[in-house]
């Protein structure tokens, strides 16, 4: 068993749900959470408009203009049986690959047990 | 590669991640979460509170940098001189695969 955690865009939830619906991976946890990379985000567009001279450099936008800001995300929890791993990050990286930085990470934990809390049942049999 | 996963103060949330970015390690997860620990909570007089708010950072790095990871997150979250009960916890999981969406690549 793996626990599959993909980290997504905010505005890519929906379509990753109806793919992965699609793809017969319906049970997902979906958390919202903020997060950075590994590279900076380039705040030099919004600092030019700040100075410019137009606006009021504002807490606003000091805020926004500093190094280790975080952005929102969205985190899905997935757990499935070792076959299934390899389809379902393919998957997700299909509706997600924009190209662009920020477009998402994928982790692969090992999991030990799950129980199906209605019925007792553990193991594979609980997924 | 390991997943660390560290319950810290709200309050030390900005002096850890900054810290850490200057250590060289900005990707970070953050998550609201409340819990409690061993302690059972905590007890204001005469109410008792068992869900109190904490901050979850979780990170994957290579196995060689966790040592430094959890030196700059011990260092910073603990408070005044001598820490405190309710500074936090630090969980290190093994992952065994990581994906880059945007390019697809099999690494961090």
Known sequence: MKEVIAIIRMDMINKTKEALLQNGFPAVTGLKVMGRGKK?????????LVSGAEIEPSS????????????????????????????????????????????????VLPLVDAVRVRTGETGELAL | MLMIKAIIRPEKVGIVLSELSDGGFPAVTKVDVMGRGKQKGVRVGEVFYDEIPKVMLIMVVRDED???????????ARTGTKAAFGDGKIFVTPVEEVYTISSGSNEL
Not at chain 1, 40 to 48: A, C, G, R
Not at chain 1, 63 to 81: D, F, N, Q, T, Y
Not at chain 2, 66 to 76: G, S
Request: hydrophobic share 40%; proline share 3%.
């Open chain 1, 40 to 48: 900076k985000v380039d705040f030099t567009l919004i600092e030019s």
């Open chain 1, 60 to 107: 606003l936008g000091e805020a926004l203009s500093e190094g280790h800001r975080l952005i929102p995300k969205r985190m899905l929890k997935i757990v499935v049986e070792d076959a299934k791993v390899k389809e379902l990050i393919d998957t997700i990286i299909s509706v997600n690959q924009k190209g662009h930085p920020g477009d998402g990470k994928i982790f």
């Open chain 2, 66 to 76: 966790k040592d430094d990871v959890i030196k700059i997150i011990m260092k910073n």
